[in-house]
């Protein structure tokens, strides 16, 4: 087959570094070796968190069962777990996308952000719309705006070579930058003491899920997301060249694929999916734009990709694993005394226990 030369542009001819091969042996994972992998990355991140609890003078079990009350004690609190759940599925599906075509997208932190910011726009500025519409639009706003931030740090690395890891995250300072910029510009709430938006009308709210409950439809958007990730990944052409061009990019190269539409395409799907997280956010959870509101959303979604070994499908049960952490942290603070700061030891030592073992497969592959 006849190898055009615009289609080879931005294939990396050099030795795989670390985090190629670890991406590479996660494409490869099978769904028992994820499942085993994540199982034990987090047995062990709560082991030895239950050590440093006990050195603290509390008791582990009883800490962990206030963790497990506090995230679905009630009904209340398990549509707020829900709602903390859906921008980690949302944007790690995306991330996961990424991950494996072998493009570290890092990026989802700013978009997510600049989604908000779109999304709030469209929600303060368009109120003769019908509810329908005005949701539509504004979630919308928010995924294009997203896509079209990953696009740039996609062109950047394109056209001028620039790693996406290095693109991907500076522009999540400034997507967040950005966000303050317009709460202290007209999107800020005059007289207000905290950088704010004003509140959203009614009929930009999130329609509820579950009738007297928080939990809003963001999470059935997630779980689309998920299923959509897995047929784009497994059922559609453009899923076969991101997953040749994660196994191989010599391979993909050889057959004639087009590394730039595939690293353009995925980073703006990720983007858009992060985008609409932020969107979600907004409309669902403050019904305002707050400084601050994505704070840690996008670089969770990391390692919540990670820890479902880029696979779109386990992306839910992961995003559902950090969502509920998050809901019971407070639980535990209350009733134990243990600091909530521990939920994010907890996800600290999941990824690293979880990139271990993505070090030992890479390192066997190796050999």
Not at 108 to 113: H, K, L, S
Not at 220 to 231: K, M, P, T
């Amino acid at each position: 087959m006849t190898m055009a030369a615009s289609e080879t542009e931005g294939v990396r001819d050099k030795t795989p570094g670390f985090l190629e091969r670890a991406m590479a042996t996660l494409a490869s994972s099978g769904g028992l070796r994820t499942f085993l992998l994540a199982c034990a990355a987090i047995g062990l991140a709560l082991a030895v968190t239950g050590l440093l609890i006990l050195l603290a003078g509390k008791n582990p079990f009883y800490a962990y069962w206030a963790l497990i009350k506090g995230a679905v004690g009630t009904t209340g609190r398990l549509a707020f777990a829900l709602n903390k759940s859906t921008p980690y599925i949302l944007a790690g599906v995306g991330v996961a996308l990424c991950f494996r075509a072998k493009i570290i997208n890092i990026g989802a932190e700013g978009q997510i952000a600049v989604g908000g910011i779109a999304a709030t726009y469209v929600a303060l500025n368009f109120l003769s719309l019908p509810p329908f519409l005005l949701i539509t639009f504004a979630l919308a706003a928010g995924a294009i705006c997203g896509a079209a931030w990953s696009a740039l740090a996609a062109i950047i690395r394109l056209k001028r070579g620039v790693h996406e890891v290095l693109c991907t995250l500076l522009l999540n300072f400034v997507g967040v930058l950005l966000v303050s910029e317009a709460l202290h510009g007209d999107m800020g709430e005059p007289g207000a003491g905290f950088p704010q938006s004003p509140l959203f009308e009614r009929a930009a709210w999130l329609p509820k899920l579950l009738p007297g409950t928080d939990l809003h439809i963001g999470i059935l958007f997630a779980i689309v997301a998920v299923v959509a990730g897995h047929i784009l990944l497994w059922r559609t052409t453009f899923g076969f060249r991101l997953r040749v061009l994660g196994a191989s990019p010599q391979a993909a190269n050889y057959v004639g694929l087009s590394t730039p539409r595939c690293v353009f395409g995925v980073m703006a799907i990720a983007g858009a999916l992060a985008g609409f997280a932020g969107g979600i956010e907004v409309l669902g959870v403050h019904y305002r734009l707050i400084e601050g509101f994505s704070a840690g959303f996008g670089f969770n979604a990391v390692a919540v990709a990670l820890i479902a070994s880029v696979n779109p499908i386990a992306v839910l049960p992961a995003g559902l694993f950090f969502g509920f952490l998050e809901a019971g942290a407070l639980a535990m603070q209350r009733e134990v005394g243990v600091p909530s700061s521990l939920v994010f030891v907890i996800q600290g030592l999941t990824m690293v226990f979880v990139l271990c073992a993505i070090g030992i497969g890479a390192r066997q592959q190796k050999v």
